[in-house]
């Protein structure tokens, strides 16, 4: 037996080794001793598992694999079902063994027979749970059968599908209510309620358009400006966000020992690093926490495209405004495979240099913080805040972003980095701007950067004192 374990198992099993091996001593017998019988049992020993082994690679069976996850999507540190069907297409072979294929994260790779003892109508069903600690977009497969003749000779093993991909996105973190929306009131419900429900005083009108249906017609405005007018309150029913993600691979990494491939050897792997991805989970949990509050959101990235254009997971790359469950839901997806953009090979010092040497530009050449991006803040002026959540940036590119403050209702930056001590200037620049800003490392409690932002002006005077003594600011 301990001879049979050294021996191929992709080829026979040890039944089919064992009639090999007799009929081979069977062959050398009957040449030692010219025995006729032992020829013909040696040549049927040795003959009968290659006939089986071919006849198995030329009549393989085939199967149909169906996949279902439920969740479709699942946040980190969550579980889904994943749901096998599989149903045989082609003709009957005998015992056969399968494997789902999973990425190492998940652990060992399920096994079953097939069919299974619950099979109806040729189908058999199978389930087992997955959970994963980061996100990421994962193959999940595919199967592969390793079935056998109908004499238990010899072996073969075949991927029966493709495999699917699951989706692991972000998971939110709850933050408490703060006074984010400043005019729009704290959660954005009460404005909206009031201008849901306008009065004659305080509705807005504008001209008629042909297709206006008559009952929006507004006759005291109408009268006022002897011109048909209509009402148009349905276009500031929606309180908005504006969200800026810094995602260049210079702003959240200080070196090579600072980024890491997040889904490990899975095939999968995204270029990102301890800061990015809390950079990611701030921009899941903001999202989650005013779209509760019936915000429509919007995403850029630092040059004012599309934040989600480079994510393999985004449903709709282009896409840079979102509302309503769908929205989130979109939302996550999108930020489930993002990663760090921009030249991979800057080291530390080389960025350093840069970050003096350039005004506004990025390592890549991309420009940044410019005019792409203020106008871009200034087609919905004033409609709500602004949340930038920043890598480590430059003064240069402090005092470029500065401005954009004036365009929101108000404006809040988040500068996550591994020495918060070290961006006191970066902090004055945005503050001098109008923006409330904050520094914190990949270590700061999510809830208690967030909770800054609802500080008095004199606790945030205080604050910005301790940054420019040296002081790191965590809270």
């Known amino acids: 037996m301990a001879l049979l374990d050294h021996l191929p198992r ?4 040890s039944r089919g080794w064992g009639l090999l091996a007799a009929g081979t001593l069977s062959l050398l017998c009957a040449q030692v001793m010219g025995r006729r019988d032992l020829l013909g049992l040696g040549v049927l020993l040795v003959v009968l598992p290659l006939i089986a082994l071919a006849g198995i690679r030329l009549v393989k069976p085939r199967f149909r694999v169906y996949r279902e996850f439920s969740p479709a999507t699942v946040e980190t540190a969550s579980a889904t079902t994943v749901r096998l069907a599989v149903a045989r297409t082609g003709p009957e072979a005998g015992r056969i063994i399968m494997e789902e294929r999973l990425p190492s994260r998940f652990g060992e790779s399920p096994a079953f027979r097939f069919p299974s003892r619950s099979a109806s109508g040729g189908t058999s069903r199978y389930e087992y749970r997955l959970r994963s600690g980061k996100r990421g977009q994962f193959t999940i497969g595919p199967v592969t ?8 000779l010899s072996l073969h ?11 692991v996105t972000p998971a939110a973190v709850e933050l408490p209510v703060t006074g984010l929306a400043g005019a729009r009131g704290n959660d954005g419900i009460t404005a909206t309620r009031i201008r849901a429900n306008p009065s004659d005083d305080d509705v807005m009108t504008r001209e008629y358009r042909h297709g206006d249906p008559m009952r929006r017609v507004h006759w005291p405005a109408t009268a006022r400006h002897g011109a048909l007018m209509v009402r148009q309150e349905e276009s500031v029913t929606t309180p908005e966000a504006t969200i800026i993600l810094d995602q260049r691979f210079g702003a959240h990494s200080s070196g090579f020992g600072s980024v890491f491939s997040g889904s490990g050897d899975d095939g999968n792997d995204l270029v990102t690093s301890d800061t990015f991805e809390w950079a990611v989970t701030a921009a899941m949990s903001v999202s989650a926490h005013l779209s509760d509050r019936n915000y429509s959101l919007r995403f ?10 480079r994510s393999p997971s985004a449903p709709e790359p282009d896409c840079e405004e979102y509302s309503g469950a769908a929205g989130l839901q979109s939302i996550a997806e999108s930020l489930a495979a993002i990663q760090l953009s921009g030249p991979h090979h ?3 010092e080389q960025h350093d240099a840069s970050l003096r040497e350039h005004s506004g530009g990025s390592e890549s050449g991309q420009s940044v913080f410019d005019d792409r991006l203020i106008d871009k803040l200034a087609a919905h002026r004033m409609r709500g805040p602004v949340l930038a959540v920043l890598g480590r940036i430059s003064l240069a590119e402090a005092r470029a972003l500065a ?4 365009y929101a209702a108000n404006a809040f930056a988040i500068v996550i980095t591994d020495r918060p001590a070290e961006s006191s200037e970066v902090l004055e620049a945005l503050r001098l701007g109008g923006w409330r800003a904050v520094s914190v490392d990949a270590a700061t409690s999510l809830p208690a950067a967030w909770t ?5 002006d004199a606790t945030l005077a205080a604050a910005a004192a301790d940054v420019r003594r040296g002081a790191e600011v965590t809270r």
């Not at 059968?145 to 238990?152: C, K, L, Q, V, Y």
């Not at 093993?157 to 989706?167: A, C, E, F, N």
């Open 10 to 13: 992709h080829l026979f099993t």
């Open 157 to 167: 093993r075949h991927t029966i599908d493709d495999g699917d991909t699951l989706t």
């Open 403 to 406: 401005p954009a403050a004036g």
């Open 452 to 456: 800054y932002f609802d500080e008095g």
């Open 300 to 309: 850029l990235d630092a040059a004012g495209d599309p934040a989600f254009h």
């Open 145 to 152: 059968a390793e079935f056998t003749d109908p004499f238990g």
């Open 346 to 348: 800057l080291r530390r």
